[in-house]
C-alpha cells in the first residue's frame, strides 16, 4: 500500500467525522437546552391555554413567525384554560417551567409572587407605549413581569335590529339600560343576559357596574356598591333578565345572543367571531354609566405573557427576543385584528380602528380600563369569592344588596 | 403439631416461605406506599401549613398547627357544604339504589333484546362526566331546556330547576342518580345471577313467587353484594365534584356547595391549599368511617 492511498484513507476518516460532527451540532444544542447553558439556542419551549381553535391556530403561526424572525424554532404546548394554571404549579416545583409561559393576566400576582419568574425589564424591556392598566396587570411588588399583545374587556353587545324596530337609542345610562330591557323583553326574548355564576366569571361581569358605580374592592360593603348590585336584582326581579343569569357562563350567555333569546348581552370581545357568524346583526357600546357624564370603568381582560426562571440567562434572552416580535406594533396589529380583541398599544388604535371600525367603544373602554388585581394584588381572588356570593345571595332573594355585601365580606374578607 | 415440637431444619423452611411470601408482597407494598401512602401523608401534612404558591418554588411552608381546620370549619360555607354533602349522598344513593335493583331484577328475566337494552343503559357510564354535566345543563335550563319543554306539554310551570336555592341540589341529585345507575344495575345483576334458579323453583312450589320470592329469597342472599355496591356508592359520592361544578359551580348561592366542590375551590381557586387539604382530609375521614362499618357489617356476617 502507497503512502498516498494511506493518506486518502486518512483523509476519508477525518472527512467522515467532519461530516458527523456537523450531523451531531445541532443535536447537542437542543440537547443542553433542557439543562444548562449553551451558546447558542435554537429551541425554545412555550406553554399556553390557546387550546382551542381560532386562537390555536392563530397563537402557532403567530410565534412561529416570531421564532423564525429571531432565528430559533419553538416547541409549543396549549393546555385548556382551567388545567393551565395546575399545571403551571406543579411546573415550577419541578423546575420544567418553558421559556416562555402564558397567563390569564389575574393568576399573574399568584405566580410572580412565588418568585419562578424573571422581571421584565431586567431582560431589557421597555413597557413604553403600552397602556397603564395592562402595565399594572402585568406589575408585582415593583417589578414588571408580564405584558401581552391582545386585552380584552366588557360591553354592551346588542342586537341592532331589535333596538331600531323599538325605537330605541343605544342606553348609556342605567335607567336607559333598564328601559331597553323592559322594551326588548318580549314573548320568548329577554332584554338583557349577563354572567352572574358562582364563580369568578360573576365577579368580572359585575365590575363594570361596582366600578363605574364608584365603590372599591378594598371595601365590598358601600351604598356604591349596593347600587350596583340592586341594578342586577332589578333586571332580574322585573324578568327583563333570565334567572339563568345565576347559572350561565359568558359562553352560553353568547349562545343566548346567538340564538335570539336575548337582545343585549354584557361580553367581551372574545366571542365577537361568533357574533360575527350568526345571523344578529350585532353591535357593541361601552356598559352604560349610573348617571350622563359619570366614565364606565372596565375590567382588563387578556393574557399576558412571562419568562420563567429557568436558569439560562442566554435562552432567557432569546425568549425576551421572541417575546419582543410578539409585542411588536404589527405583531399587535395583526393579532388583534384577526382575534377582535383590542390593542395593548395606544399607538396602534387607529390603524386597529380603520380595520375593525364596530370595535371602537371597547378601544375606548379598555384603554380607561382598570386591572383586577392593580389594588389587591394576590388578593383578589379572595374578594372575587366575596362578591360573587353576595351576587349570588342578593339575586336568589336571600338577602338584600347592601345585607349580602356586609355578609360576604364579614364572611370571606375577615 | 406445635412449633415446640418443630425441628431447626423445618423452621428454616418456614423462614424461607415466609421471605417467599413477603417478596411477592413487596411490589405490592412498595406502590400501595408510594401512590396511596405517600399523597395521604403529604396531604396531612400539607393541612397544618401555610401552603402558598410561593411554596412550590421555595419549598418553605411554615407550620401553622390547627388554623387550616378551624378556618374551615368556622367558614360560613362549611355548614352548608356538611348539610348538602349529607342530603347529596344519601338523596343520590337512595335513588340509584333502588332504581338500579329495580332495572337489575327487571333484566333478570329472559326476554328479547334484552342484551341490548342492558348495554344501553350503561351510556352514562361511558360518557366523560364533563359532556353529561354540560348536557344535562342544556336539559334543566329554565327558559329553553327540554325537560321544561315536556313539563310544558302536561301543563307543568317551568321549574327553575339550576337557579333556584330550593331546587336546585333536588336536580344536582337527579343528574347524579342517573349517572350512578349503570354502576348500580350492573353489580346488583351480577349479584342475581349467583342465586340458583333452583331456589325460586323450589318457592314457587311452596307458593313464595313475585314479591315474596323477593323478600325471602332474593334480598338475603344479595345482602352482601348490596352492601358493597352501598359503601362503594357513598365513598364515591362523597367526592363527587365535576357534575356539580358542571352544573352549577356550587351556587345558586351556594345551595349545592359540597365538602368536595368547597376542597376543590379552595386550593385550586383561591389558592389556600392548606384549607384545601384540611377541608379534603376531613372528607377522607368521613370516607373512613363508612369503610370501617363496612368492613365491621362483612366481618360480623362472616360469623353469622
Not at chain 1, 424573571?118 to 396587570?137: E, N, Q, R, Y
Not at chain 1, 355585601?405 to 364572611?411: F, G, M, R, V, W
Amino acid at each position: 500500500m502507497s503512502t498516498s492511498s494511506r493518506n486518502l484513507l486518512n483523509r476519508r476518516h477525518a472527512l467522515r467525522g467532519a461530516a458527523l460532527a456537523a450531523l451531531a451540532l445541532p443535536l447537542a444544542a437542543c440537547g443542553s437546552g433542557s439543562g444548562g447553558s449553551s451558546d447558542e439556542t435554537t429551541s425554545l419551549t412555550v406553554l399556553d391555554y390557546y387550546a382551542d381553535d381560532p386562537d390555536n391556530g392563530i397563537f402557532q403561526s403567530a410565534l412561529e413567525a416570531a421564532a423564525q424572525k429571531v432565528g430559533v424554532t419553538i416547541k409549543r404546548e396549549a393546555v385548556n384554560g382551567t388545567g393551565l394554571i395546575q399545571k403551571v404549579l406543579q411546573m415550577i416545583s419541578s423546575r420544567t417551567l418553558p421559556d416562555l409561559l402564558m397567563l390569564d393576566n389575574p393568576d399573574l400576582q399568584q405566580i410572580a409572587a412565588t418568585g419562578a419568574l424573571v422581571p421584565l425589564t431586567s431582560l431589557g424591556f421597555s413597557a413604553d407605549g403600552f397602556i397603564d392598566g395592562f402595565v399594572g396587570a402585568g406589575t408585582y411588588g415593583d417589578e414588571l413581569y408580564a405584558m401581552g399583545p391582545c386585552a380584552n374587556t366588557l360591553g354592551l353587545y346588542y342586537d341592532q335590529d331589535a333596538l331600531s324596530q323599538a325605537g330605541l337609542e343605544v342606553p348609556t345610562t342605567w335607567d336607559e339600560l333598564k328601559a331597553a330591557a323592559q322594551a326588548l323583553t318580549t314573548g320568548d326574548r329577554y332584554g338583557i343576559a349577563f354572567c352572574a355564576k358562582a364563580s369568578y366569571e360573576g365577579s368580572w361581569q359585575f365590575l363594570p357596574f361596582f366600578w363605574s358605580a364608584g365603590a372599591d374592592e378594598t371595601d365590598i360593603a358601600t351604598q356604591e356598591a349596593a347600587g350596583a348590585l340592586q341594578l342586577w336584582v332589578d333586571l332580574v326581579n322585573n324578568g327583563w333578565a333570565s334567572q339563568g343569569v345565576l347559572n350561565w357562563s359568558q359562553i352560553e350567555v353568547g349562545e343566548q345572543f346567538t340564538s335570539r333569546k336575548a337582545a343585549m348581552v354584557i361580553d367581551g370581545p372574545w366571542l365577537t367571531t361568533t357574533f360575527e357568524n350568526s345571523d344578529v346583526n350585532w353591535a357593541v357600546a361601552e356598559i352604560p354609566v349610573p348617571r350622563a357624564g359619570d366614565t364606565s370603568v372596565s375590567p382588563l381582560g387578556g393574557e399576558m405573557w412571562t419568562i420563567p426562571e429557568t436558569g439560562d440567562p442566554t435562552r432567557q434572552a432569546k425568549a425576551m427576543e421572541l417575546l419582543t416580535v410578539l409585542l411588536s406594533d404589527d405583531s399587535i396589529l395583526e393579532l388583534n385584528t384577526t382575534r377582535y380583541t383590542i390593542p395593548t398599544k395606544e399607538a396602534v388604535d387607529a390603524d386597529y380602528v380603520a380595520a375593525l371600525a364596530q370595535m371602537e367603544p371597547l378601544v375606548t373602554a379598555v384603554n380607561n380600563g382598570r386591572s383586577r388585581t392593580a389594588q389587591l394584588g394576590e388578593g383578589w381572588p379572595k374578594t372575587a369569592e366575596a362578591l360573587y356570593n353576595a351576587i349570588q345571595s342578593a339575586l336568589t332573594g336571600q338577602a338584600q344588596p347592601l345585607a349580602a355585601l356586609e355578609t360576604a365580606k364579614a364572611d370571606f374578607l375577615s | 403439631m406445635t412449633s415446640t415440637t418443630e425441628t431447626p431444619a423445618r423452621r428454616a423452611m418456614r423462614l424461607k416461605e415466609e421471605l417467599a411470601k413477603w417478596t411477592f408482597l413487596a411490589p405490592a407494598l412498595l406502590f400501595l406506599v408510594l401512590f396511596f401512602g405517600y399523597p395521604i401523608v403529604k396531604n396531612v401534612m400539607m393541612s397544618v401549613q401555610e401552603y402558598t404558591t410561593r411554596t412550590f418554588y421555595t419549598g418553605e411552608a411554615p407550620w401553622v398547627g390547627f388554623d387550616n381546620y378551624i378556618a374551615v370549619v368556622s367558614s360560613s360555607v362549611f355548614g352548608t357544604a356538611m348539610l348538602n354533602t349529607l342530603l347529596f349522598t344519601v338523596g343520590s344513593i337512595a335513588g340509584q339504589f333502588t332504581i338500579g335493583l329495580a332495572l337489575a331484577v327487571f333484566f333478570k328475566k329472559r326476554f328479547p333484546l334484552n342484551g341490548v337494552m342492558r348495554s344501553l343503559m350503561l351510556l352514562p357510564w361511558l360518557l366523560p362526566m364533563i359532556v353529561s354535566s354540560a348536557i344535562w345543563k342544556w336539559m334543566l335550563d329554565k327558559d329553553s331546556g327540554i325537560i321544561n319543554e315536556i313539563l310544558g306539554v302536561v301543563g307543568v310551570d317551568a321549574v327553575p330547576w339550576l337557579t333556584s336555592t330550593n331546587v336546585a341540589l333536588a336536580a344536582v341529585v337527579i343528574v347524579n342518580i342517573w349517572l350512578g345507575i349503570p354502576f348500580n344495575m350492573t353489580i346488583l345483576y351480577s349479584g342475581l345471577q349467583d342465586i340458583p334458579d333452583e331456589l325460586y323453583e323450589a318457592a314457587a312450589l311452596d307458593g313464595a313467587v313475585g314479591w315474596r320470592a323477593f323478600r325471602s329469597i332474593t334480598w338475603p342472599l344479595l345482602r352482601p353484594v348490596v352492601s358493597v355496591v352501598l359503601i362503594l356508592g357513598v365513598v364515591y359520592t362523597l367526592k363527587v365534584l365535576d357534575i356539580i361544578l358542571g352544573l352549577t359551580d356550587g351556587g345558586p348561592a351556594n345551595a349545592t356547595v359540597t365538602l368536595a366542590t368547597q376542597s376543590y375551590k379552595l386550593s385550586f381557586a383561591n389558592f389556600e391549599f392548606g384549607q384545601g387539604a384540611a377541608l379534603g382530609n376531613i372528607l377522607v375521614i368521613i370516607s373512613l368511617v363508612f369503610a370501617v362499618v363496612y368492613l365491621r357489617v362483612s366481618h360480623a356476617e362472616k360469623e353469622d
